[in-house]
């Protein structure tokens, strides 16, 4: 208890119990031992009791009695009680109350009998003994004390000055400097010290610190001089004074502290003989200025760095070159005694106090000095040697073992991992990058973290798993803070970083990515000499980079590569800035890396990654339509960088993957760059036919003509790409993100950018999806493709893929495990007969398949299956190219390719004969591996072909309609496909081929094209840039089939006539075939294969002319490249060419890129223009087509620059179900002509069949006009009548004048007055004939010698023909010849069926009010016909007796007209055959066995040659509106059915034979 209160109690009844109970606690307190504090408790009691007194509470004589009886408890009592006294005394002395003072002063006089005086002298003042009588006077007490302190304190009794008792000091140094090898011990020195100083009076300070001199000197005895101070010393602040004095003495300018000095003071304070807080305040310089010098540094390296970035003019550079020489002679500043002391304490091992003094520093600052570095760095080589020994030395390698310190108070030496995280990993961070000092120590420690992580890597104990979880994070501070700084500081050590990434590798991408970043953003910021480095290497880097180019790669390179081997990160990081700008500076660029170090091209991954990352950076430009050309330079380098160099791809990969999550699809351009580059896989929509060809072959085919490069040695590239797919498992998240990212680009990413760019980011992920799937399927092994890849179901309802990239994902997998499946069953039963192993191949394709259907179920709604098998659905989409056809052409063109190679081989004499032997093995190896490969392809294909003829019968059910089938079949199967890439619009086209050829029961071939062809508008509308390509190809492809069937009547009667894709009436779905009567003849369908041509002309013209970028670019795409195959019709050609100038002329300055598609577009359509031919050369037609027109005169698409006026009306008819007539009885129809209810029929199913009643009416005058044509043909003795009739027709025609003759040429004429006009014009050439017969009687046999030699051409003709159809020719015939081939098209069937969809069509322009479908099959139309005949009979009867007179008038006049104008055609022909003649080795429409005189020929030539005449008079006046056109069309009609009002009655008498006829 500190302070004693005592009771009210005990001093009231002091008496009584007061004192008995007081003296009881005096003894208690005296008992009671508690270390030193009872004597304070008793102080407290006595100090409580006396203050009563001098209070007057108690009284003097009770109290000093009390007092008298305490002093036997304890011996030191009398002392305690004089303490309280000397308290109360300057208490009471203080007081202004006498009385107090007065019962003091008594107190004090009654205890003296108990307390000794010597004690109250020494505690009381003078005056108060006084008082009390202890001495006389206090004055002269006073003096006597300050005499006594005198003599003590001030009169000299020992010497400290060596002068002074020079024999003293000389033998205390020859004592301390005498030899202490013997048995000398401290011990013995220190006595004879002792007497030294006793006996000479030696100052005991001066010795000390002669002692410390001398130790100073002989610094190698430490233990000796370190006891003897231990023994002599017995304060530690003496012993700093001393040290301090010696180290002040060394602070004035151009003065420099010995070491022998730090040495000491260090081994004092390791010996803790000193204390550094006591020490520290004498060194110099203070912390403040080490601060400031620490800042400066900073400043002045960031303004060296600033001088070196900036341009710096001469006069400038002189003046700083000035200034820095007068720095240099300014005084240098004193030493920095606090690293002196740091270093001495690191040499002899002091970690503690050397952390201390570091601690007080700025970071770094102290190891910033050279030798405190290296006196660190031995330290911790010294620290590690254990551990190093026995982990961390490479197998083969000696080493110098160092020996250990001898200090035992050092670190201790580290033996497993664990203790290095004591002291070693410390000492490493207060090193930072001034380790680059010592190489040796940074070989060490990261070879100990190699083995480190070895361990790491396969401990798997899980109590060591926190350890070594700690023990990974210090490596990577370590690896962030001290390895890679000093790197950054050693110079060009390729060894070093070779070794660095030793270990750098074990790590993660991930650990190493967020190191190279800290590297480069952070650590070149906190140190001064970083900063310097850092500028110096971008001063270094532009000087290079200013001088590189392809020339000097060698030498600029190996520039690069030493600068990059400290500073990797600043280097790269200017050089892709550069790339970023000008993007020639790649392939140079590309190949000056090759000397760079395996840690370097990690970093190049790292900075190329944070380069594309950059967030200030746009990746668009600024009009928002194209991805920015740095992302496209930075794409680029990342393929040619990756492929050449081996380069991890993970973390690249990974951030495309990210990005892709993230849902922004711009940097797939670097993923589709990697590929191209590394496995040699190309996406180009651009391909030429020969290499399409050959991407439908084998592997081997593909590489070598599949491609524009040559793509050679990515065996090692494209596996390096595997691997790293493989190991980081993103093979197919890469897949399911891209396909998913598609939609996400139109509907979530691109709703702000402008649709230019959201097509062309849509192009980029698709291609590089159909990129990355063919990498995968073509590399990845069976088993790693099968265990990735899941189910389509689960693909397509799970993942959300849509089902093209679905099934484009899974189809490598059918084929792997089809073949798989089927070699099994080969092993299983062994026989080698075809037939076998069709069977077996059968059987594996429906043990593979079969799961594969039930799947498909799912992906869509139950009624798609009414009409569509699964298995179907399956099979078009498992499939590809190379299994429905051999490329046999590529095969040997390749081949061939190889053989000439080997063939300039060894004609090549400057080839040495080992290279010539190599390359020769080289091509023929090849060469085997092709024809290889071919063979195989074919087994294969013919195993396919068989497989699918046994399915074929189960594939289409068609519960609904035809229609409604293929609809399906072009929703889900065909569209989807044909856009997917180019070998897939190319399968699209082959397979509707095959399943035709196949015979497949209920597929409607004619139907499929029908749909393909006249709905093309909003298919090419809704395309991206590429998929236009691929559509366009898809047509390609398609039209090229129908041109070949078009072009040779045998080749389409052995390919289409009896084939159930030719049937044009549709009876229940089980019928197969047809009788004759339903099939589609050869003529019928060239008419459709116009009215195809029409419907492409019709919208084309009507995408061409909406003015939409989309609409114009799509189109121009799809043009392009159908172009082989359309067109090849002469007006449509010129329709077109009207459109696409006019585009030229709008987009000039508008959009350059339309402009340019346009201007292509139109200079390869003029070089096809000598390919095209009349219209009636490519259908039978009647004459007035024969004429060449203008497009602006032309009744073709655009003639009225309205060609989407119809556009939506002809959809609807597409989309109506064609089929409802079929299930209707047939017998109602009354059968006028055959071969014109074959192509009603087919008009009715291909649902484009959209005529109002009165076309119904036309088209049957139509066919009674050519029914008494060919009545007339095969009677050519005619009535008087129709002789009279023919003349007043000719006279009338002539006097019309040029105008009305003009403007009926600028559209083409109704089906009825085109018919009724030949008719005319024949008859009339009849009667000419009959006349002149008597004249010249010589005239018909020479016409039937032509005939005959027409007719001994014909096949030959047709041949080639079709041949040139495919590859148009230059002319190769004489202009008679093509004349004559002329004459044979123009003769052959006489009897057109214009009641085909193609006219109707043609006409639809001028018939634009026409909205209701007819169907040709019902009754009402039959009625209508014979109401329609029956009106025109009557009209003929009354007209015939009128015209009588007038024929016989006119008869003469109109011979000679007609042998004039058939002179003048004559000179036409000859012309034409000059400027034309490649038109007609295109045609290749065959002869016919019945042609028509040359005089009927004649007179139909005079007839189209006048029309041309007209045309070339007034060509302007023929393109005016359509307003006009139509009136005139209007009394034209009206003006014919009276003139030929006498034709009506002959048509019933001659209906039955010219059925016969026909």
């Not at 000091?169 to 400097?177: D, F, P, R, S």
């Not at 601060?291 to 003019?313: C, G, M, N, P």
């Not at 191209?676 to 439908?696: R, Y």
Request: hydrophobic share 30%.
């Amino acid at each position: 208890m500190a302070t004693l209160i005592l009771s009210g109690e005990w001093i009231k009844n002091w008496e009584k119990s007061g004192k008995h109970d007081f003296v009881q606690l005096c003894k208690e307190l005296t008992e009671k031992s508690d270390h030193g504090n009872e004597i304070k408790d008793i102080q407290a009691a006595l100090y409580e009791i006396c203050l009563q007194v001098v209070q007057g509470n108690l009284k003097i004589d009770l109290v000093s009695t009390v007092l008298g009886e305490m002093m036997e408890l304890r011996d030191d009592l009398p002392s305690v009680l004089a303490d309280v006294f000397c308290i109360l005394d300057l208490e009471t002395g203080a007081l202004e109350e006498k009385n107090k003072r007065d019962h003091y002063t008594h107190l004090v006089g009654a205890c003296l009998s108990f307390v000794p005086e010597a004690i109250l002298k020494e505690r009381l003042d003078p005056e108060t003994l006084e008082s009390l009588g202890l001495i006389k006077q206090a004055h002269q007490f006073n003096q006597k004390i300050v005499k006594i302190k005198t003599k003590l304190f001030y009169k000299q009794q020992k010497f400290n000055l060596l002068r002074e008792e020079n024999e003293g000091y000389a033998k205390l140094i020859t004592e301390l400097g005498q030899d202490l090898s013997g048995n000398i011990t401290s011990n013995l020195v220190l006595e004879s010290i002792k007497s030294l100083i006793g006996c000479f009076n030696l100052d005991p300070n001066r010795v000390l610190d002669i002692i410390l001199e001398v130790y100073e000197s002989r610094s190698d005895q430490d233990e000796f001089f370190l006891s003897l101070i231990k023994s002599y010393m017995c304060e530690p602040v003496t012993l700093c004074h001393i040290l301090g004095f010696k180290f002040k003495f060394y602070q004035e300018p151009n003065e420099e502290t010995p070491k022998s000095l730090y040495h000491i003071a260090a081994a004092l304070l390791h010996h803790n003989l000193i204390e550094l807080e006591d020490l520290y305040v004498h060194l110099m310089p203070v912390d403040a200025t080490i601060v400031e010098e620490h800042k400066q540094e900073i400043s002045e390296a960031k303004q060296i760095a600033r001088k070196l970035v900036t341009v710096v003019l001469p006069s400038e550079k002189s003046e700083e070159k000035e200034k820095e020489k007068e720095e240099e002679k300014n005084d240098k500043p004193p030493d920095n005694q606090k690293l002196g002391l740091l270093e001495a304490l690191l040499r002899i091992g002091d970690w503690h106090h050397a952390q201390s003094i570091m601690d007080q520093m700025p970071s770094f600052y102290a190891t910033s000095h050279k030798a405190i570095a290296l006196a660190l760095c031995q330290l911790v080589h010294l620290t590690l040697e254990p551990l190093y020994r026995r982990a961390g030395v490479p197998k083969g390698a000696k080493g110098c073992a160092l020996q250990p310190l001898k200090n035992k108070r050092a670190p201790q030496p580290t033996e497993s991992f664990e203790d290095l995280r004591k002291d070693t990993f410390s000492m490493f961070c207060y090193l930072g990058p001034h380790l680059s000092h010592d190489p040796i120590l940074f070989a060490k420690i990261v070879r100990l973290g190699k083995a480190f992580m070895k361990e790491y890597q396969t401990d798997s104990r899980p109590e060591a798993k926190d350890k070594m979880e700690i023990l990974l994070s210090c490596f990577l501070s370590i690896a962030d803070q001290v390895l890679l700084p000093s790197l950054s500081l050693m110079e060009c050590n390729a060894c070093m970083s070779e070794e660095l990434w030793g270990l750098f590798k074990l790590f993660p991408y991930q650990h190493r990515y967020r190191l190279y970043g800290q590297w480069k953003n952070e650590t070149y910021s906190g140190h001064p000499l970083l900063v310097k480095v850092k500028a110096q290497t971008v001063e270094r880097a532009k000087y290079i980079m200013k001088r590189l180019t392809k020339e000097n790669v060698k030498q600029s390179g190996r520039q690069i590569g030493k600068l990059s081997h400290s500073n990797p990160t600043i280097l790269f990081d200017y050089l892709l800035s550069q790339i970023q700008w000008y993007d020639n500076l790649i392939v140079p660029v590309v190949d000056s890396l090759k000397y760079l170090t395996s840690l370097n091209y990690d970093v190049l991954a790292y900075c190329i990654i944070e380069a594309l990352a950059n967030p200030e950076k746009e990746k668009m430009k600024h009009d928002d339509t194209t991805l920015s050309s740095w992302l496209q330079s930075l794409a680029s380098l990342c393929g040619a960088v990756f492929r050449k160099y081996p380069i991890e791809l993970a973390g690249l990969l990974q951030y495309v993957t990210n990005q892709l999550k993230a849902g922004k699809s711009f940097d797939l351009l670097i993923l589709k760059e990697v590929v191209q580059k590394m496995a040699g896989i190309e996406i180009t929509d651009e391909m030429t036919s020969e290499q399409l060809e050959a991407m439908t072959g084998g592997e081997q085919l593909k590489a070598e003509g599949g491609y524009f490069g040559q793509i050679r040695n990515t065996k090692k590239s494209s596996q390096r790409l595997k691997d790293t797919l493989l190991d980081h498992e993103l093979a197919l998240p890469l897949c399911l993100l891209m396909a998913q990212q598609r939609n996400g680009v139109v509907f979530l990413e691109g709703g702000e950018k402008h649709l230019k760019l959201v097509g062309h980011l849509y192009d980029q992920c698709h291609d590089t999806l159909v990129q990355f799937g063919g990498f995968l399927a073509s590399n990845l092994s069976t088993e790693d493709y099968i265990k990735r890849v899941p189910s389509i179901d689960i693909l397509c309802n799970q993942f959300h893929t849509p089902h093209d990239a679905a099934f484009f994902l899974s189809r490598p997998m059918y084929a792997h495990q089809i073949l798989s499946r089927y070699d099994e069953l080969k092993k299983a039963e062994k026989g080698n007969r075809q037939q076998q192993k069709v069977h077996k191949y059968v059987a594996a394709c429906e043990h593979v398949m079969t799961p594969v259907h039930e799947a498909v179920v799912s992906l869509h709604p139950a009624r798609v299956w009414d009409d569509l098998r699964p298995q179907f659905y399956a099979t078009f989409w498992s499939l590809t190219m190379y299994d429905l056809a051999v490329p046999h052409a590529a095969y040997d063109r390749e081949v061939n390719k190889l053989k000439v190679q080997i063939k300039a081989i060894e004609e090549n004499p400057e080839i040495p004969m080992n290279k010539k032997k190599k390359e020769k093995e080289r091509c023929t190896a090849l060469q085997e591996k092709l024809q290889e490969e071919e063979k195989k392809q074919t087994e294969h294909v013919q195993r396919v072909l068989h497989r699918l003829k046994l399915e074929k019968d189960s594939w289409l059910l068609t519960k609904s309609t035809k229609n409604e089938t293929i609809t399906k079949f072009l929703q889900l199967c065909l569209f989807p496909r044909c856009i997917f890439s180019s070998i897939d619009a190319v399968y699209c086209a082959r397979f509707v081929e095959l399943v035709h050829q196949q015979k497949t029961p209920n597929f409607c071939t004619l139907l499929c094209y029908d749909r393909v062809f006249s709905a093309i508008i909003y298919t090419v509308a809704s395309c991206t840039e590429n998929e236009s390509h691929r559509y366009g190809r898809f047509l390609c492809c398609m039209l090229e089939t129908v041109t070949r069937w078009h072009s040779d009547r045998s080749v389409y009667e052995k390919e289409c006539v009896n084939y159930p894709g030719f049937l044009t009436i549709f009876r229940a779905a089980g019928f197969d075939g047809g009788n004759k009567a339903d099939q589609l003849d050869y003529e019928n369908f060239r008419h459709v294969v116009h009215k195809w041509h029409y419907m492409l002309t019709k919208a084309s013209v009507h995408c061409l002319e909406t003015g939409d970028y989309t609409h114009i670019r799509n189109i121009l795409i799809v043009l392009t490249k159908i172009l082989p195959c359309y067109p090849k019709v002469l007006n449509l050609g010129q329709a077109l060419e009207c459109r696409v100038h006019k585009i030229c002329l709008e987009e000039k300055d508008k959009r350059p890129d339309l402009y340019a598609l346009a201007m292509g577009y139109s200079g390869r359509l003029k070089s096809q223009k000598v390919h095209m031919v009349p219209e009636n050369e490519f259908h039978h037609k009647d004459q007035p087509a024969r004429s060449a027109t203008p497009a602006s005169q032309q009744n073709g698409p655009g003639g009225t620059s309205k060609p989407a006026a119809n556009a939506s009306k002809t959809e609807e008819g597409v989309s109506e179900d064609g089929d409802r007539g079929k299930d209707k009885p047939q017998g109602t129809t009354k059968p006028v002509n055959k071969a014109n209810s074959t192509a009603a029929k087919v008009t009715t199913s291909n649902g484009n069949g959209a005529l109002n009643s009165t076309k119904a009416v036309k088209d049957d005058k139509e066919k009674s006009g050519k029914e008494k044509k060919e009545k007339k043909e095969k009677t050519p003795g005619s009535t008087p009548e129709a002789k009279a009739e023919n003349r007043r027709e000719k006279q009338r025609d002539e006097r019309a004048g040029k105008e009305e003759r003009v403007v009926r040429e600028g559209k083409e004429k109704t089906p009825k007055a085109d018919r009724e006009k030949v008719k005319l014009e024949e008859k009339s050439s009849k009667d000419d004939k009959a006349k002149a017969g008597n004249e010249e009687p010589a005239e018909p046999a020479r016409e039937r010698d032509a005939i005959k030699e027409s007719k001994s051409k014909e096949k030959g003709d047709r041949n080639a023909a079709t041949a040139t159809l495919k590859s148009p020719n230059p002319r190769s015939e004489s202009a008679e010849s093509e004349r004559d081939h002329k004459r044979r098209k123009l003769d052959s069937h006489s009897s057109p069926s214009h009641s085909s969809s193609v006219k109707d069509n043609s006409n639809e322009l001028k018939e634009s009010a026409s909205k209701h479908h007819i169907n040709f099959n019902s009754v009402a139309r039959s009625k209508s016909r014979e109401k329609e005949m029956e009106k025109k009979d009557t009209e003929n009867t009354q007209g015939r007796s009128k015209e009588k007179k007038e024929d016989r008038k006119e008869r003469k006049r109109d011979h000679t007209v007609s042998d004039r104008e058939t002179s003048q055609e004559s000179k036409r022909r000859k012309d034409e055959n000059g400027t034309n003649s490649s038109k007609n080795s295109q045609s290749t429409s065959p002869s016919c066995d019945s042609p028509m005189s040359p005089e009927k020929e004649k007179s139909k030539r005079s007839k189209s040659s006048s029309k041309e005449k007209a045309e070339s008079v007034k060509p302007e006046r023929t393109s005016s509106g359509g307003k006009k056109e139509s009136r005139h069309d209007k009394e034209k009609s009206e003006k014919k059915e009276k003139r030929d009002s006498t034709a009506g009655k002959e048509e019933k008498k001659h209906h039955k034979s010219s059925d016969k006829h026909r």
